[in-house]
């Protein structure tokens, strides 16, 4: 017999069914072009029961945003536990392919960022979360160089980690202008570079 499902449990299916929604929503139809009206519809739910969870678009974007770090910060943990992060950083370059060339992902992501070059609070947001993220793979750089017996300087270790994430940045642009890119050929050309990231 299953456990009864509690109502904080209930709670967080319904916000994550929400931003599922919005996600969706914001894709087909843009940051603005989305109403709240319309991600209530998607999500089988009141428009009262959204503004119960969300107080507008800006605030279900930011949920978005954090949801997609969590994960992210979730995965460059497991790879600080590694014996040897800087193989673990070469074996998860697949993976991050995959996840940032995935349209409707790479699709959001794009929308994001051009809404917040607009709106200077969701930009605040997504530069929040960029810092958040810049320093998990600083740490992972750092990590990876250590086992190997090399320290850099600070500005040379953000410099390799501004690197590192234009790359992946770099892919959601082209998983929209050449969706038929080679992936296995990428991947082994990321992993090259990520190499010399970390083999100083």
């Not at 999500?43 to 605030?59: R, T, V």
């Not at 600080?80 to 950083?89: G, I, K, N, S, Y």
């Amino acid at each position: 017999m299953m456990a009864p499902v509690s109502e904080s449990e209930r709670a967080e299916l319904r916000r994550q069914q929400v931003l599922d929604a919005a996600a969706q929503c914001f894709r087909a139809s843009g940051f603005h072009g989305a109403s709240m009206a319309e991600i209530a519809r998607t999500a089988g739910m009141s428009p009262g029961h959204i503004y119960n969870l969300f107080e507008n678009k800006e605030e279900l974007i930011g949920a978005i945003v954090a949801r997609d770090q969590a994960l992210w910060l979730d995965k460059a943990t497991a790879m600080l536990r590694e014996p040897d992060v800087a193989q673990a950083m070469i074996d998860g370059v697949a993976a991050g392919v995959d996840e940032t060339t995935a349209l409707p992902a790479a699709a959001l992501r794009l929308e994001v960022a051009a809404e917040a070059g607009r709106n200077p609070k969701l930009a605040a947001v997504v530069q929040a979360a960029e810092a958040a993220s810049r320093e998990r793979c600083e740490m992972l750089l750092q990590s990876a160089l250590a086992q190997r017996g090399v320290q850099l300087d600070p500005a040379t270790l953000r410099a390799r980690g501004v690197a590192l994430a234009a790359i992946f940045d770099g892919l959601m642009v082209r998983s929209v202008r050449d969706p038929a890119m080679d992936k296995p050929a990428l991947v082994r050309e990321i992993q090259r570079l990520v190499r010399m990231l970390i083999d100083d």
